[in-house]
């Protein structure tokens, strides 16, 4: 069974501080997705990394798949207020077109 | 183009009564799963229909069903309603040509509330 583990579970910082999100897993996964997740709607794509060692930047956020494809994390610099939200990452396994979910990081930013 | 619909989005039933949900998804996107989402327990999986067949399942009792339309609308079904069914019921839909095209568009979701 594919696990994808999240750390940390719950994050508060204080605004213009900077953070690193993790994805980690005992398994190879052929693509990564992060999204994020505001009260009371769906989660958003942010990001879909595939290549094992790929860095892709979105403004103030960098994703990184780690080489073996085994894990991923998610950096936020100079973090805003309306980076607040549920970050959520999800693993394509190479046996189904199923997502592997984490459970989550809730992050609060600080004004 | 038109995101992902879903329909209600709140929804109060009383515990033993049934519910349907429906949701529309993106045009061209054959794919729809279903999940449950609880406060701090992330998403659970219940099912994913492609072309109308049902290709996965997760691990939820037979209350919890679904089915899927030659349009590739989607609808679930929750039997017998319990307390604890309460949550945020939201579906994703994806193109699902293959490995990467796994990417999930999420609806708003549905907030049904069981008393």
């Known amino acids: 069974t594919q696990l994808l583990e999240q750390s940390p579970q719950f994050l508060s910082i204080q605004e213009g501080e900077n953070l690193t999100v993790y994805c980690n897993s005992s398994?190879?996964?052929?693509?990564l997705q992060w999204y994020r997740q505001e009260p009371g709607e769906g989660p958003v794509l942010l990001v879909t990394?595939?290549?094992g060692g790929e860095v892709k930047k979105l403004k103030r956020l960098t994703f990184q798949f780690g080489d073996a494809r085994k894990d991923s994390s998610l950096h936020i610099t100079a973090a805003q207020p309306g980076d607040t939200g549920l970050y959520l990452c999800?693993?394509?396994?190479?046996?189904?077109?199923?997502?592997?979910w984490g459970a989550g990081t809730k992050l609060i930013i600080k004004p | 183009k038109a995101g992902v619909t879903q329909t209600p989005r709140y929804l109060i039933k009383t515990r033993g009564q049934q519910v349907t949900l429906s949701c529309s998804p993106i045009?061209?996107?054959?794919?729809v799963s279903w999940y449950q989402q609880t406060p701090g327990q992330g998403l659970q999986f219940l099912f994913e229909?492609?072309?109308?067949?049902?290709?996965n399942k997760g691990n939820f009792p037979g209350r919890f069903s679904g089915r899927q339309f030659s349009n590739s609308r989607s609808e679930m079904n929750v039997s017998t309603l319990e307390l604890g069914d309460s949550a945020l019921y939201l579906c994703?839909?994806?193109?699902?040509?293959?490995?990467?095209?796994?990417?999930?568009?999420f609806g708003q979701g549905t907030r049904l509330t069981v008393v």
């Open positions: 398994s190879v996964f052929s693509s």
């Open positions: 990394v595939v290549t």
């Open positions: 999800a693993g394509a396994g190479d046996s189904n077109y199923q997502l592997i």
């Open positions: 994703a839909s994806s193109r699902t040509g293959g490995r990467l095209n796994t990417e999930a568009f």
């Open positions: 045009s061209g996107h054959r794919s």
């Open positions: 229909y492609f072309s109308e067949t049902q290709r």
